[in-house]
């Protein structure tokens, strides 16, 4: 099974992106992706259209960050979404012995933090709201995981 690919669309009305390059970066997105279209109280969604600047804390320089998704409802609310495993939206267990492993999972876990704080100022800057989803926020739903 792919876990990455181009997503093609099933009702091109209710996506506000450009509808040829819709990519899937997991499973878990492009099952985001499905729900999107067939849930009759989204309006519209698109899907790496929101990009946010923000100042990464493991190097102090500025970065762009690509939300994976942006959905309107039918009641006007507003959400930009992230789609991440559960375990990479909590700090890494502390190492007894540090490797690179363990490294990169820190600073994975802080870069995250980083584009998470400056989503959610700029999602309330705006009146929206900014949600990390994991996979049990999947699964309460609805949406399948493959």
């Given at each position: 099974?792919?876990?990455?690919?181009?997503?093609?669309?099933?009702?091109?009305?209710?996506?506000?992106?450009?509808?040829?390059?819709?990519?899937?970066?997991?499973?878990?997105?492009?099952?985001?992706?499905?729900?999107?279209?067939?849930?009759s109280i989204i309006k519209y969604w698109n899907s790496e259209t929101v990009i946010i600047p923000y100042i990464c804390k493991t190097d102090s320089k500025a970065h762009r960050y690509f939300v994976?998704?942006?959905?309107?409802?039918?009641?006007?609310?507003?959400?930009?979404?992230?789609?991440?495993?559960?375990?990479?939206?909590?700090?890494?267990?502390?190492?007894?012995?540090?490797?690179?492993?363990?490294?990169?999972?820190?600073?994975?876990?802080?870069?995250?933090?980083?584009?998470?704080?400056?989503?959610?100022?700029?999602?309330?800057?705006?009146?929206?709201?900014?949600?990390?989803?994991?996979?049990?926020?999947?699964?309460?739903?609805?949406?399948?995981?493959?």
């Amino acid at each position: 099974m792919t876990y990455k690919g181009k997503y093609t669309l099933k009702f091109p009305g209710k996506y506000t992106g450009d509808k040829d390059k819709i990519q899937y970066r997991s499973l878990w997105e492009r099952q985001v992706f499905r729900w999107c279209e067939e849930t009759s109280i989204i309006k519209y969604w698109n899907s790496e259209t929101v990009i946010i600047p923000y100042i990464c804390k493991t190097d102090s320089k500025a970065h762009r960050y690509f939300v994976d998704l942006k959905v309107v409802f039918e009641n006007g609310k507003t959400f930009l979404i992230e789609i991440k495993p559960d375990k990479e939206t909590k700090p890494p267990r502390k190492a007894k012995i540090i490797t690179e492993a363990y490294v990169k999972s820190v600073l994975t876990y802080i870069k995250n933090q980083s584009k998470w704080e400056a989503a959610d100022k700029y999602a309330k800057e705006r009146g929206w709201e900014f949600q990390v989803w994991t996979e049990k926020t999947l699964k309460n739903l609805g949406i399948k995981i493959l």
